[in-house]
């Protein structure tokens, strides 16, 4: 019996570096937390999902990448709507080379594209923190990237969630897209930088970039990571 037990005292000893060994160490965990709500038209969605596949292999988003300590970070790529769809399209993975950045982009340039009803920012939130949780990877990091082209309207508030993810160290930053046409009968939502400024992003340095319109998209989604990689931006104030 003694020896039995201590050869499971072994094992477990054994056990914890393993472990420890199994979490692979990034400069950051990013979760990109992207709207597909019924209020994005094809085309937009379209300009949308370009945007971040070419932003991934851009230039200057791999250099802000193998700039970092250990020069890879880890992405895991979300679509949001109402409370009652939140996916993971792409799961946690590794990019250390321009190679391993195509491949995420190829990969989610194939994936199939959804519209869903309602906007739940709060929800969304809440379902790309639960991300971090096992995840794989460790990092000094850990930042949600949310984006999107309108308010809560269904589900938690997206203040309260940000909230308790900041106080798990977790940061958030905004992409808003400001729509320049009616949605659903209403005039365009002008203050919606401003409702992500006060409502969503949290944590330390935290930022948005607005983007003016889906036409400009691309231009915004690459700016703010190589903002979010290189992790040397300041608090930003509305467009």
């Not at 769809?85 to 195509?102: G, L």
């Not at 983007?211 to 509305?238: M, Y």
């Amino acid at each position: 019996m003694k020896r039995r037990t201590a050869l499971v005292g072994s094992l477990a000893t054994l056990a914890s570096p393993i472990a420890a060994r199994a979490q692979t160490a990034v400069d950051l965990q990013l979760v990109l937390a992207v709207d597909v709500s019924r209020s994005i038209d094809e085309v937009e969605a379209e300009l949308q999902r370009r945007g971040y596949v070419e932003a991934l292999t851009s230039q200057r988003v791999i250099d802000a990448i193998l700039s970092g300590e250990q020069k890879r970070i880890a992405l895991c790529y979300t679509e949001w709507a109402g409370t009652h769809y939140q996916v993971v399209v792409i799961d946690w993975t590794a990019i250390d080379s321009p190679a391993a950045a195509r491949r995420f982009a190829e990969k989610l340039a194939e994936a199939p594209r959804t519209s869903q009803s309602w906007t739940a920012v709060g929800a969304a939130l809440a379902f790309a923190g639960q991300r971090f949780d096992n995840s794989g990877f460790e990092s000094k990091r850990r930042v949600i990237d949310v984006s999107g082209d309108g308010r809560t309207n269904d589900g938690p508030p997206a203040e309260l969630v940000r909230d308790r993810l900041v106080a798990q160290g977790i940061v958030i930053n905004g992409l808003p897209v400001m729509m320049n046409r009616s949605n659903f009968g209403r005039p365009p939502d002008s203050g919606l930088d401003k409702y992500y400024e006060e409502n969503v992003i949290g944590g330390p340095g935290c930022f948005m970039i607005p983007a003016a319109s889906f036409d400009d998209f691309g231009r915004a989604v690459r700016s703010k990571l190589v903002r979010e990689i290189s992790a040397i931006s300041p608090r930003a104030t509305p467009a």
